[in-house]
């Protein structure tokens, strides 16, 4: 769940995190004669997964920023509990899809793919949920949707990936 204050600026990283490892793949071209990219190791994936998560929370705080000045929000904390669910919906998700589009482009070393899939998966099942109640992300609860995506990316040693 996104929260004010603490809270709020770890959901963000954590969807910000999660949308960074969309960095990852080519430039979408569809060549059919085209090798695909080799595979990457262990090493390699948790290095991608880094730095594409960082690449996106770089961009969701510019995002929530503009987004604030925009609608005369002084801070995340300021948000009144509909401004910050228009922001999950208008700023945060978009970035969340472009990091699983990205994800999906990566390919991990053959032990590590279904733990991938399983990010992926809970990424999806978190957007899907958030994009429809983006209360349960934006008020406080027990387990927010980005849980199953944060234990995902724990196993593939991508701690920060899962966060919303």
Request: with cysteine.
């Amino acid at each position: 769940m996104l929260l004010r204050g603490a809270r709020a600026g770890a959901a963000v990283m954590a969807i910000v995190l999660v949308a960074a490892i969309g960095g990852c793949g080519g430039d979408g071209g569809d060549d059919a004669g085209a090798e695909a990219p080799a595979r990457l190791s262990k090493a390699q994936l948790v290095e991608r997964l880094g730095d594409v998560c960082q690449e996106h929370t770089d961009l969701q705080v510019v995002e929530r920023e503009r987004f604030g000045k925009k609608h005369g929000i002084p801070s995340p904390e300021e948000a009144t509990l509909a401004e910050y669910e228009r922001e999950i919906v208008e700023v945060i998700l978009p970035i969340v899809r472009d990091t699983i589009r990205d994800v999906e482009q990566i390919r991990p070393p053959r032990s590590e793919e279904a733990k991938l899939e399983t990010f992926i998966g809970a990424l999806k099942g978190a957007v899907a949920t958030t994009q429809a109640h983006p209360n349960e992300l934006a008020e406080e609860a027990d387990e927010e949707p980005f849980y199953p995506a944060r234990e995902a990316a724990a196993e593939l040693d991508a701690v920060y990936c899962g966060q919303a």
